[in-house]
């Protein structure tokens, strides 16, 4: 069955600093890798898909790395900001190709002080 | 952009009442997804829909039923609601393929 960690459950960094949130998985055989943002009270937010042929995509300051046979994935936000502050969670696709559901890690919890 | 619209933001029903949660969405997706969410547990599968009138349960769906009887909008029922599924719902739609998925704002269920 797969599982996905997140570590570590909650980071607290000064503005401008660089960072990585690291997400682990279980099983190798997925379909892709997606990472999202979600505010508090709020829904998720679709920040970057890795398909489990690739090795990294990048949106603005932010690049996601995907390690399928080690079972990793990190996020890299460079130059943080206090905007950046929310809960950041990665899901593994699994299952058929069509219809496979996201599993889920627990999530980090980001603080960036001003 | 993608929109998946969730009916309502909050909510309060009383123990023992069908509760319907509602979700649309306008890309023509052909998956959709009703997610619960509780500290501690993060995001669990409840049942999804790879078409119209097809659901597949997922891992908690004891206690809820679904409906899909049109491609845009896919319901979240829960026949006699009782205190544990208070929650946030978050429901979600992705084409087929390797692909990604979009969520709606979620609904905050209290049940008295």
């Known amino acids: 069955k797969q599982e996905v960690t997140q570590i570590p459950a909650a980071l607290s960094v000064p503005e401008g600093e660089n960072l990585v949130l690291n997400c682990s998985f279980t099983d190798s055989a997925i379909y892709n890798l997606q990472w999202f943002r979600q505010d508090p009270g709020k829904g998720l937010t679709s920040l970057l898909l890795i398909q489990s042929s690739q090795r990294e995509q990048t949106s603005g300051r932010l690049n996601a790395s995907l390690d399928k046979s080690s079972g990793r994935s990190t996020l890299y936000i460079a130059a943080s900001q206090p905007g950046d502050s929310a809960t950041y969670l990665c899901?593994?696709?699994?299952?058929?190709?069509?219809?496979?559901?996201?599993?889920f890690g627990q999530g980090t919890t980001l603080q960036v002080k001003p | 952009d993608v929109k998946v619209t969730q009916s309502s933001r909050y909510l309060v029903k009383r123990t023992g009442e069908k509760v319907f949660l509602e979700c649309v969405q306008d890309m023509d997706h052909e998956n959709m997804f009703w997610y619960r969410q509780d500290p501690g547990l993060g995001l669990r599968l409840i049942y999804f829909s790879y078409d119209v009138k097809m659901k597949e349960k997922g891992d908690i769906p004891e206690g809820y039923s679904v409906s899909r009887e049109k491609k845009e909008r896919f319901s979240l029922i829960l026949e006699s609601a009782s205190t544990n599924q208070t929650s946030m719902y978050l429901c979600?739609?992705?084409?087929?393929?390797?692909?990604?998925?979009?969520f709606g704002q979620g609904t905050r269920l209290t049940v008295v």
């Open positions: 979600a739609s992705s084409p087929p393929g390797f692909t990604e998925a979009f």
């Open positions: 899901a593994v696709k699994g299952g058929s190709s069509n219809t496979g559901k996201l599993i």
